[in-house]
């Protein structure tokens, strides 16, 4: 089966520095790639994603690139805020979409 | 709008009991999918639904795992004579359509299971 991998486990970076957080995938059937934020005791909340059939999506301060040659997907966050401290988890899915999860990254930006 | 909801939110059970935890999708959507998130990792898939057809249950970790999903709406995952490795946060998503990989699957916040 499909099996991502993700990293860091842990980003620390001061308010207005970047983060990227970096994902491994092995099945290259995969063709959806979304990441997801999770806060404290909330459900994880989708915040972009990209499908194979693209390189590059941004959405403001937030963009994911995805290399299928080389099968890995990464996110950058721009202008970070302390608002963006969570944990993040990048997926992948193929078929009929049951999502495959990375172990996550806690990112904490200081102020 | 409503998005999806989960109850309780909290449980905590003693080992042996049964358990059942509730998952209402968002109104309209197709597919639902059960997750088991242990402490300090992602989300692993349980089982999917496509209204009230049960297609995947390839992640359910033993037969003391059941769940139902009866008119194509709500669905209810049972845990029977919880171990204390059921302990995790169960998550319920649902997406608009069946059978699309790349449709966005929505969380809701999730019940955490505490078996003593």
């Known amino acids: 089966g499909e099996n991502v991998e993700q990293h860091p486990s842990t980003l620390s970076v001061q308010e207005g520095d970047s983060a990227v957080i970096k994902c491994t995938y092995s099945d290259s059937a995969s063709n959806y790639f979304p990441w997801y934020k999770q806060e404290l005791g909330k459900g994880p909340q989708l915040i972009i994603d990209?499908?194979?059939?693209?390189g590059e999506k941004k959405d403001q301060r937030i963009a994911v690139t995805l290399n299928k040659t080389a099968k890995h997907f990464s996110l950058h966050i721009t202008e970070t805020q302390p608002e963006d401290s969570a944990v993040y988890f990048c997926?992948?899915?193929?078929?009929?979409?049951?999502?495959?999860f990375g172990k996550g990254t806690m990112l904490l930006v200081s102020p | 709008g409503a998005g999806v909801s989960q109850s309780p939110r909290y449980k905590v059970a003693k080992r042996g009991q049964d358990v059942a935890l509730r998952c209402d999708p968002i109104s309209g959507h197709v597919s639902l999918f059960w997750y088991q998130q242990a402490l300090g990792q992602g989300p692993e898939f349980l089982t999917y639904f496509q209204n009230e057809a049960q297609l995947d249950k390839s992640g359910l970790p033993s037969d003391r795992f059941f769940a139902e999903r009866p008119e194509g709406s709500v669905s209810t995952l049972k845990i029977q004579r919880t171990q204390q490795e059921d302990s995790a946060v169960y998550l319920c998503?649902?997406?608009?359509?069946?059978?699309?990989?790349?449709?966005?699957?929505?969380f809701g916040p999730g019940t955490r299971l505490t078996v003593l």
């Open positions: 990209i499908r194979s059939n693209v």
């Open positions: 997926a992948a899915s193929k078929g009929y979409s049951t999502l495959t």
């Open positions: 998503a649902s997406s608009l359509v069946a059978g699309s990989s790349t449709d966005t699957q929505y």
